[in-house]
């Protein structure tokens, strides 16, 4: 029998990865970044604690369901929520480290989450549905309330609310061609609504209020050529008005304000556009993408993150005069924090099968390349796994048990 040989090398490791990610939403708190992907097989929420210099992938909100994420959203360092298919809702309270469900089946999907601090959250979901919670979601399941916000076959994609009885949303459908656009009003909790505006040409995708009186809508054509539009209120939204956008904008997806004159919005074709003067002019920023953004978020006036299709993930620290592409998933860092979080696992090779020991029942084992791609996964039935790797190669084996991670690197000779 020909012999084989594992050298086991404890290491905090860079893994990088070239899987396809459409970053769907991000939250910013400070230094703290947090990214969610819609297309994963892990239902990925990806951190940063230096905003963007080094990223975690936090550990994965569920094995043994594929729950696509749409947004994710964070009222301080610790608090946040996460929100996608089939009306899913999780929460954490340890920056995302652990993440507890809260809702499910809330719409076929929610595609946007705010809160104005860890009480008062709404969220727009799809069929042209509303949540809304005053307790922070709490208690599970029934710490959300649900209704429908227009009587029309369209989808809500933003939310804006003011307090936990008052909120605007914007509705549209990016799938459907033709404009279902709808902006809609609630002063009661969202047992009444009002429609102040429809459109059966463009499509409504955010909403964005920086006190009770100034307020943005954004949306747009749903086709080529994606002509953008932007309405604006500064009287509460009792009337909108449209701004005109410079020529080579396309359609909005997001919009942000860090104060009632300096906001961002992004959208189709990798558009960003940033005004100084509460939204009455705008200038375009180059994004260096020609990819849809869906979100942008700021923690300041100069630092900002823009998410979108085809591993767009974009960061300045300058207000958007540049922006600086990286990909969370090409340069994780796995935490290691030591004490409790790190913990004893034995590698062995045995017969050309890698064998991991002293695991407890329901333990994660699983196994990355050297390019970050996933090539072995495994839950523990017994104190013992065994996994067939495809090649000698360098690999890194990482175990998850409840909230505690460790992980080694190994050089494995079959």
């Known amino acids: 029998m020909a012999r084989r040989l594992a050298f086991l090398i404890f290491l905090t490791v860079q893994m990088a990865g070239a899987t396809y990610k459409n970053y769907h939403g991000v939250a910013v708190q400070g230094s703290n970044i947090w990214v969610v992907a819609k297309d994963t097989s892990r239902s990925n929420v990806y951190y940063s604690p230096d905003f963007g210099n080094t990223w975690f992938e936090r550990p994965i909100i569920r094995y043994d369901l594929y729950v696509p994420l749409f947004d994710v959203e964070f009222v301080d360092a610790y608090t946040g929520w996460a929100v996608g298919y089939e009306g899913y809702i999780y929460q954490t309270y340890d920056a995302g480290q652990t993440w507890s469900l809260q809702a499910y089946g809330v719409s076929k999907f929610i595609t946007r989450v705010k809160f104005l601090n860890e009480m008062v959250g709404w969220a727009a979901c799809g069929d042209a549905?509303?949540?809304?919670t005053s307790s922070g979601g709490n208690p599970p399941p029934n710490g959300w309330i649900s209704?429908?916000?227009?009587?029309?076959?369209t989808e809500l994609y933003g939310v804006a609310p003011l307090d936990s009885l008052t909120a605007f949303v914007a509705?549209?459908?990016?799938?459907?061609?033709?404009g279902q656009?709808?902006?809609s009003f609630t002063s009661d909790g969202g047992n009444h609504w009002t429609t102040l505006m429809q459109d059966s040409v463009y499509d409504y995708f955010d909403v964005y209020f920086a006190d009770e009186q100034h307020g943005w809508l954004v949306g747009g054509l749903d086709t080529d050529p994606y002509t953008p539009k932007l309405y604006i209120t500064t009287n509460g939204g009792m009337a909108w008005n449209e701004v005109a956008l410079p020529q080579n904008a396309h359609t909005l997806r997001a919009i942000t304000f860090v104060d009632r004159n300096r906001g961002w919005a992004v959208g189709e074709r990798g558009t960003i556009l940033h005004t100084t003067d509460g939204g009455q002019t705008w200038e375009v920023q180059n994004s260096g993408v020609s990819t849809v953004l869906f979100d942008v978020e700021f923690s300041?006036?100069?630092?900002g993150v823009a998410?979108?299709?085809s591993n767009v993930v974009l960061i300045t620290t300058d207000g958007g005069a540049t922006w600086r592409r990286i990909d969370p998933q090409a340069a994780i860092t796995e935490e290691f924090s030591g004490g409790q979080r790190d913990f004893p696992f034995e590698l062995r090779t045995i017969d050309g099968f890698m064998e991991i020991r002293n695991l407890k029942v329901g333990d994660r084992v699983v196994v990355y390349d050297v390019?970050?791609?996933?090539?072995?996964?495994?839950e523990a039935r017994s104190s013992t796994v065994q996994l067939v790797l495809p090649r000698t190669g360098i690999y890194?084996?990482?175990v998850k048990s409840g909230d505690r991670m460790s992980a080694k690197k190994t050089i494995f000779v079959r």
């Open 371 to 378: 390019l970050g791609r996933r090539v072995a996964e495994k």
């Open 307 to 309: 998410v979108g299709d």
């Open 171 to 178: 509705a549209g459908d990016a799938v459907n061609r033709g």
């Open 147 to 153: 209704g429908v916000a227009v009587m029309a076959q």
């Open 396 to 398: 890194l084996v990482e």
């Open 181 to 183: 656009g709808y902006l």
């Open 300 to 303: 300041d006036s100069l630092h």
């Open 129 to 132: 549905i509303f949540a809304r």
